[in-house]
């Protein structure tokens, strides 16, 4: 099945505590992305990558990082996690990022990760 | 700055139609998409608009004005299943994604 994995789906940690949220994806996809959802807010991308070593930053990126090593696989790092990065987390990909419209630009969202940091 | 406008709630009763309503200002124009999210759940693709006017799917049809920077998306025959929250976002010049904050929709029996 096509998919898009996110684990941990549930986290509670303390400030200060590095965690990682990872994400995979088994369409060969190009494009991925990391979004954090807040009550009121719409999504918010915080970093996305065109393709394999290539990352840049969203409009929400301090705090996180990223890595992109391999295609399938696109880490969030939160090195120092503080309250206000308690969130709804999202990871999606698309085929590319690219122009027109023939089905390969639709993002396929993960199933979410909610973090909430103490 | 780019900015998408979007209703905050809506309540239809079961059976009936609903237009949600979205206003963008974004930094060029390369699409307008709507996903449905349930709550709890990962955001899934409905439609899709870069030319002007409606497509339709099934149940569902988009619209798109780009001279009004205007879309709605239609629901007609309301099911209790579609009681969820409409995402409305833009694909700009930089091919990136604008994102409204979407749009509960309440259906009632």
């Known amino acids: 099945e096509a998919q898009v994995t996110q684990n941990p789906r549930y986290l509670i940690t303390v400030t200060g505590k590095k965690l990682t949220v990872t994400c995979s994806q088994n369409?060969?996809?190009?494009?991925m992305s990391w979004y954090r959802q807040d009550p009121g807010l719409g999504l918010r991308q915080i970093y996305y990558s065109m393709n394999v070593e290539v990352t840049d930053k969203g409009d929400v990126p301090e705090g996180y990082k990223v890595s992109r090593k391999e295609k399938r696989n696109f880490p969030l790092i939160l090195e120092s996690p503080s309250p206000n990065q308690t969130s709804l987390y999202f990871c999606a990909s698309s085929s590319t990022a690219g122009t027109g419209f023939s089905g390969a630009n639709v993002l396929t969202f993960g199933a979410g990760s909610r973090l909430t940091v103490l | 700055g780019q900015n998408i406008d979007q209703p905050t709630e809506m309540t239809a009763t079961e059976g009936a139609i609903v237009q949600i309503n979205c206003t963008y200002q974004t930094s060029g124009f390369n699409g307008l998409f709507w996903y449905q999210q349930h709550a709890g759940e990962a955001p899934t693709f409905l439609s899709y608009n870069v030319l002007d006017g409606l497509e339709e799917k099934g149940r569902f049809s988009s619209f798109l004005s780009r001279s009004k920077g205007y879309s709605y998306l239609l629901l007609k025959e309301l099911q209790m299943k579609d009681s969820a929250s409409y995402l409305c976002a833009v694909r700009d010049s930089n091919y990136q994604l604008i994102w409204g904050a979407g749009t509960k929709l309440i259906i009632k029996p």
């Open positions: 369409m060969n996809h190009e494009y």
